[in-house]
């Protein structure tokens, strides 16, 4: 399985006082489904409402759904990160995933915060397991596909996608039921690698006798 991560900034910044005073969090659009997204892929509304479900049940209700600031370089998740404990999540008929995240008092919490009231501009990057299908070119997610996280706190929104196409998607994983970590299958890692690597000596090759004939 493949770690496929979906970027949106159409979050916005709400406040609510509490007993202790004021909780802010981040509440919009987390993911999308039944539209091919700016990367290419599509989720089906099946798909995405399976994997919202289990991951509800799993992580939010249990009161462990977090998010990290910036995205990490696999699907664990690493607490010494987190800076958001996702409340809710709600798949609407519209194609949207409708969020809601509290920022904690973590340290990174507290960049988040300090970021928004500078005037940042956030975003948040969904990160989830699964494979993909190509249908007519667009990459349709399987119903393999499961949330690791549903939001991570990014920067600068618009910029991570080729960052995450490209490297974080490069990796194989597997997932083990039995202890619930994620574990690098490298064995199909690297014989992905190395066709790719193949394909592009091939390609090389290709344009280089091209170019010969053209003398």
Not at 92 to 121: F, W
Not at 177 to 183: A, C, H, L, Q, S
Request: net charge negative.
């Amino acid at each position: 399985m493949k770690l496929i991560a979906e970027v949106t900034q159409d979050v916005e910044v709400l406040e609510e006082a509490t007993k202790t005073g004021k909780a802010m969090y981040l509440t919009g659009p987390f993911m999308e489904h039944s539209i091919q997204n700016k990367n290419g892929r599509m989720y089906s509304e099946a798909v995405m409402r399976k994997a919202v479900t289990r991951y509800v049940a799993e992580k939010v209700d249990k009161g462990c759904a977090y998010g990290e600031l910036n995205h990490p370089p696999g699907p664990q998740i690493n607490l010494e990160r987190a800076c958001i404990l996702i409340n809710s999540l709600d798949v609407q008929n519209d194609g949207k995933v409708i969020g809601k995240a509290r920022i904690t008092e973590t340290p990174t919490g507290k960049i988040v915060k300090g970021l928004i009231e500078s005037g940042a501009n956030l975003g948040v990057s969904s990160r989830g397991m699964g494979s993909l299908k190509e249908v007519n070119g667009v990459n349709e997610v399987q119903d393999d596909f499961r949330l690791v996280t549903a939001s991570d706190v990014v920067a600068d929104p618009s910029a991570p996608n080729a960052f995450v196409k490209g490297i974080m998607e490069g990796v194989e994983w597997l997932y083990n039921e039995e202890t619930g970590d994620w574990i690098e299958d490298i064995k199909k890692t690297y014989e992905q690698t190395a066709t790719t690597r193949r394909k592009l000596e091939e390609a090389k090759l290709y344009l280089f006798n091209q170019f010969i004939k053209s003398l």
